[in-house]
Each structure stands twice: as C-alpha cells, then as structure tokens.
C-alpha cells in the first residue's frame, strides 16, 4: 500500500471517527430529556376529595413543581375503589383533566432540527365524555401561551373507542429550526368540554430525535469508501 493511499485512509479514518462521535454524544445529551412524575404518583392521592359522581375517588391537585395546572380542575386521580374508571397502566395513579382544563411541565431546553415523540396512554371514565385531548410542545416564555412563548407543534390525542377503555398515542411534534434553541422546552396537556367531561392520562415520555442522528449515515458512507481504497 503507498503512502499516499494510507494518508488517504487515515483521512477517513479521522473523518468517520468524527461523524460518529458527534452522533453518539448527541445521542448521550438527548437522551437526558425526562418527564419528572411521568406516571403521576405525586402527589399521592385521597379520600379527601369528592368527585361528581358516588364519592368514592381517592383523588388530589397537582401540587408539586412538575405538572402545573394552568386552568380548570387537574391533579392525580386512584382508580382503586371505582368500577368507572380503567387501571392505571403504570403504578396505580392517573393524571385527569374535568372540563376545559390545561397542566404542563418544563422539561428541558429546545434542541435545534429536532422531533419530540411524545407517548402516553389515554383513558376514558364509564359514563363521564371524554374530552378532547389536544398535546402541545412550547418553547421561551415562562409558561405556555403566556405571550411571549412559541407553540413548537400540537396534535389531538386518540381517544379510547369504549367507555372504561384506555388508548396509547404515540404523536410526533418537530421543533422549527433553530430559532428557539436553548429557550425552555414545556410539554401541555388541553383538554376542552364543559361540566364533568373528563379524560385520564398516564406514563407520559418524551423520545427526542435530532437531525443529528443522520451523521450516522455519513459515517456508514465513510467506511464505505474506506473499504473500496483498502481494495485498489
């Protein structure tokens, strides 16, 4: 092999090592995005309060610095004691909405040319109508719709199809370029619908995927080539 080529190689070398290391601590940096009290076990819930119907929820506010309600009635909801409501599929609490209501949490900072998938399970009280679910990513201000904060991207949940039944949603919301990159990142939940018209909501996460993660092909390609000079 000549010298020559053997610069050659090293250059790739050096070059797919980048790419790769750049995706890979990208991957590293993202994959710290967490939603705190995803499955709303705090605060733990009571039989303090009295819902609108037989009485016998354990139920409570948010009252915690993670999930913030903003408007109308919100908080955790133990579906223990009641043959209205689905179990939880993870621990044993719900987050519940009842009419027009809004709650969300900060959860990090905005990423440039990224798509957050945001996950969650949906579910339906027997004899209350669900409310519509609209899920929303913000970025800047000091909450969402504040004024000075920017919607990021919204989508309407999928309802369960049966009353007492639960739905998974999976929704893919993309940030806007890189204008907003490093403002605060905040995750709401909007539920619409007037009275007692009630949603429940469980095991929310957030999977961020960057651009970045493209280098990785570049970084195949790199080795690629690699291979066709290593056979000249």
Partial sequence: MSMRMSRKMRVFDVLALAILATSLL???????LLVANSSFEDPESNSSGVFPDNGDKEWDYFTGSDWIATSGVAGVLDPTNSSNDPTAPAGTQWGFQTGASAFYQDIGTVDADTTYTVE??????????????????????SQPGDGTSFQLGSQAATLPSTGGGTQWNSLELATHG?????????????????????????????????????????????ALLRRKLMGK
Wanted: glycine share 16%.
């Fill in 26 to 32: 990208t991957c590293v940096s993202m994959a710290g």
């Fill in 120 to 141: 969650f399970w949906v579910g339906d009280r027997i004899g209350f109508t669900t409310a519509t679910l609209t899920v929303s990513l913000w970025a800047g201000g």
């Fill in 178 to 222: 890189s204008d907003y990159t490093g403002e605060a990142l905040y995750l709401q939940f909007v539920g619409t619908g007037g009275g007692t018209r009630q949603v429940l909501i469980d095991d929310v996460s957030v999977i961020p995927e960057p651009a970045t993660f493209g280098l990785l092909g570049l970084f195949a390609l790199a």
